[in-house]
């Protein structure tokens, strides 16, 4: 995995989402949330500067994931290296 410690939390989040095979509306509707807001976050929109650390570790949950993979770069490449975790 290649270092790339601009990623933001929304690249982080479509990367792991991506590894567990899930759309944006299915993220959406495990998160009783709007597809519309998945987006938001994955394209770094407002809503993704402001996401507290509750929405954060369930975001981690539902994607298999400790939270430190969507704010740490090494812990995110470690992420995506290791077998996928069925969602807490």
Request: hydrophobic share 40%; charged share 20%.
């Given at each position: 995995?290649?270092?790339?410690s601009?990623?933001?939390?929304g690249?982080?989040?479509?990367?792991?989402?991506?590894?567990?095979?899930?759309?944006q509306?299915?993220?959406?509707?495990?998160?009783?949330?709007?597809?519309?807001?998945?987006?938001e976050?994955?394209?770094?929109?407002?809503?993704?500067?402001?996401?507290?650390?509750?929405?954060?570790?369930?975001i981690?949950?539902?994607?298999?994931?400790?939270?430190?993979?969507?704010?740490?770069?090494p812990?995110?490449?470690?992420?995506?290296?290791?077998?996928?975790?069925?969602?807490?």
């Amino acid at each position: 995995m290649t270092y790339n410690s601009c990623m933001n939390i929304g690249q982080r989040i479509r990367g792991l989402r991506g590894r567990a095979g899930l759309t944006q509306t299915a993220l959406a509707q495990r998160l009783a949330t709007s597809q519309a807001y998945v987006a938001e976050l994955e394209n770094g929109g407002e809503k993704s500067e402001g996401v507290s650390v509750r929405q954060a570790k369930r975001i981690a949950a539902q994607l298999g994931v400790d939270v430190t993979a969507l704010v740490s770069q090494p812990h995110y490449d470690q992420a995506l290296a290791q077998p996928e975790r069925a969602p807490a």
